[in-house]
Nanobody, 118 residues
């Protein structure tokens, strides 16, 4: 089992910045990936925002490239999402996720609300 605790959401004006954090604990495999998904209001699907594996491989959604940066502190089992130049369409609940090829389960955080509005 892996537990994920997120922090850092909130209300921000368009063009502003926020940083999300997600700390993982529990039985983690050394090779894994951690990342962020989001679910926008009225949408049923969560979409990938960014993910970073323990070997450094990184993926971003096209909609956030150049604005968001994902980083990891492997010693602290923590992943961060720095979000700059935020837009109203970034408004969503953001979920941290952990997964590994050696674990059949994916693990999700409780979600943190990000609202971009003037």
């Amino acid at each position: 089992q892996v537990q994920l605790v997120e922090s850092g959401g909130g209300l921000v004006q368009p063009g502003g910045s926020l940083r999300l954090s997600c700390a993982a604990s529990g039985s983690m495999f050394s090779f894994n990936a951690m990342g962020w998904y989001r679910q926008a209001p009225g949408k049923q699907q969560r979409e990938l925002v960014a993910a970073k594996s323990s070997d450094g491989t990184t993926n971003y959604a096209d909609s956030v490239k150049g604005r968001f940066t994902i980083s990891r502190d492997n010693a602290k089992n923590t992943v961060y999402l720095q979000m700059n130049s935020l837009k109203p369409e970034d408004t969503a609940v953001y979920y941290c996720v952990y997964y590994s090829d050696y674990d059949p389960n994916d693990y999700w955080g409780q979600g943190t609300q990000v609202t971009v509005s003037s």
